[in-house]
């Protein structure tokens, strides 16, 4: 017998060929810029909010303090303010990328901080001994929630919330109470407080802005050439142009002279800042190019699609974990840097509310599946900006809790709109 | 009929406790073909894919994939031979594009970083070999499809991998008229193809309009299985419904 498709319902087929619309392979500039606001519309807001968050706060802190907030003394104290957030956030968004979440971040990284400057001081070790136990202790702390979540299956929250307060008190044990352990190391001082000379600068900004245009449009010219999905040039051009002009114009900025007295010379790029670059780098690398990194967000995306598909999930899971700890612990160092001390309340407080802020205003999802490391770059410098211009402005101590408070909810109500919103669209 | 079924089972028994699921249950799938597995809730045809695919061990009873005897003990082993079962919950990662959820959990790679060009190649090719006229950008999010597209991006990653044998459990369920055609085609396709294809459907227009085979299923028994142009809608209601249609049937 025939098994085709019977007669008298060709009309039923038609219909389902139009349902898959003709393939568009070559994006001209008019349609890119449709589907993005289509994108838009549809709830996936991507590293907008942060972006025009970031500007607006700019526009106002300029406007309230214009002597102050953009002096070029301000902008380098600003970006080495902005470091130990976006590494702590960067690492969270390993973690919330699997919808997981990680209250330890903050206190882990207060507590690897606070073992390295124990072996500095105590220890009598060089830094790079001293800076390897403390991201190793961050991985076994990671390791040991990452078993707990993965393997035991306990909520991420209550295993991280009983690590977070664990850790102060082994934090608290090692300092001693109301202690507080000097870090004179000059390496590890020079991290955050000093600078790189003014050519190493340059050559690392043109290098980076060469490099990114050049991945960019070999990127583009394979997909052009053998015809596969791919953004028209015009858009890749423009992109690398912006991306340059960011690199160069702060790196510009960070050049210029920025000592109070006309006596010495205070200028570069503070050391941490291309730490966060590489680390922008690699993470990026790791989500977006492995497999590894594809896993992670499919975990995320739905973890018995995952499971069905072969990928180890306990696996997946424990070890964002570990990176989330193991990141947790260089923003600890970086934060000990810039401070030449470790307290016994570091990384407690808000530390940690303010790198999952950072992360969620950057774009990653609480609801997990969606996010990038340039989240974190993006969100961790919101909210430095909010910190910085508040204490600028001499704001007092309630007012900042509040006004960081009413942000950081701001951001997640975002997320859960623009969640709401996509599978409304999902047809 | 001289083909070897690329699928063959006889006297399968399965029982959960006391519970007699699957009583000596025939059942065979020839390449080239798609046999419809019908028969009311509860009445064990997905237990029985359930044991074809290595999720359930059966009892009892002989499992021959392309004329050899084989033991399939976990479902990976089911897909080595190459027989891939579409759930009806579909499993797609709906924050990830369709190359992506096509290559999921199996990518390819190049040294150390994700060979993408290669992946939205294959990925190309694979749908429009079923005939899909590529739904817009293969980089679309499953988030942005329909359901008839969903579905149809879970038919083409179990079809990726050089399988044999693919099951589809109710793959229209869920879905409009338009859609359903849809799949309807692209089930067509696969067995034109060469793939063997059994299709679980309780809508008996789908299963005439595309099976070449229906096997009844009534109780946990096999109780007919017939080429589709030798019986009428009618005896196959009745075969799900009573397990017996004239001569065709349990004896009663």
Known sequence: MSTDIPE??????????????????????????????????????????????????????????????????????????????????????FVLLVGEIDLSAGVASGLCAALMAKLLVEGGQPWYVAVISAIAAGIIIGTAIGWLVAILRIPSFVVSLAFFLGLQGITLWLIGEGGTVPV???????????????????????????????????????????????????????????????LLGATYVLSLDRAASPLIELAG??????????????????????????????????????????????????????????????????????????????????????????????????????????????????????????????????????????????????????????????? | MSVTPALDLRGIEKSFGSVTVLHDVAFSAYPGEVTALVGDNGAGKTTLVKCIGGIHAFDAGEYRFEGRPVRIGSPREATRLGIEIVHQDLALCENLDIVQNLFLGRERRRGLTLDETAMEE???????????????????????LSGGQRQTVAIAR??????????????????????????????RRLADKGLAVVLISHNMNDVFAVSDRIAAMYLGRMVAQVRTSDVTHRQVVELITSGASGELGLRR
């Open chain 2, 122 to 144: 294959m990925a190309r090719s694979t749908l429009s070999g079923l005939a899909v006229r590529t739904m817009g950008s293969v980089r679309q999010r499953i988030a942005t």
């Open chain 1, 184 to 246: 004179r190391d000059e390496v590890i001082v020079a991290l955050a407080t000093r600078n790189m000379p003014i050519w190493l600068g340059w050559t690392l900004a043109v290098a980076c802005a060469v490099g990114y245009t050049a991945t960019q449009l070999l990127r583009w010219q394979r997909q052009h050439a053998r015809h596969l999905h791919s953004k028209p040039i015009e858009l890749v051009l423009i992109q690398c142009g912006v991306v340059a002009a960011v």
């Open chain 1, 269 to 427: 790029i503070p050391w941490g800042v291309p730490l966060v670059g590489t680390l922008l780098i690699v993470c990026t690398f790791i989500l977006g190019r492995t497999s590894f990194g594809r896993h992670i967000y499919a975990v995320g995306g739905n973890a018995e699609a995952a499971r069905r598909a072969g990928i180890n999930v306990v696996r997946i899971r424990i070890s964002v974990f570990m990176i989330g700890s193991g990141l947790a612990a260089i923003s600890g160092i970086l934060a000990a840097s810039r401070l030449n001390s470790v307290a016994v309340s570091a990384g407690a407080g808000n530390t940690l509310l303010y790198a999952v802020g950072a992360a969620v205003i950057g774009g990653t999802s609480l609801f997990g599946g969606r996010g990038k490391a340039r989240d974190a770059v993006f969100g961790g410098l919101v909210i430095a900006t909010i910190e910085n211009g508040l204490g600028l402005l001499g704001t007092k101590a309630y007012l900042s809790f509040l006004i960081t408070g009413v942000v950081l909810l701001l951001a997640a109500s975002m997320d859960a709109l623009a969640r709401r919103r996509r599978s409304n669209v999902g047809r």
């Open chain 1, 8 to 93: 008298g319902k060709e009309t039923a087929l038609k219909l389902a060929d139009s349902d898959f619309a003709t393939d568009r392979r070559e994006h001209d500039v008019k349609s890119a810029v449709l589907d993005y606001w289509n994108r838009l519309k549809a709830g996936e807001l991507g590293a907008l909010p942060a972006l025009i968050g970031l500007a607006s706060l700019f526009v106002l802190f300029t406007f309230l303090k214009p002597d102050t907030f953009l002096s070029t003394g301000n902008i380098a104290n600003l970006s080495t303010q902005a470091l130990p957030i976006t590494i702590l956030a960067m690492g969270l968004v």
């Open chain 2, 158 to 187: 179990a079809v990726l991998w050089d399988s044999k044998v693919v099951i589809l459990d109710e793959p229209a369920a869920a879905l409009g008229i338009a859609q359903t055609q849809q799949v309807l085609e692209v089930v």
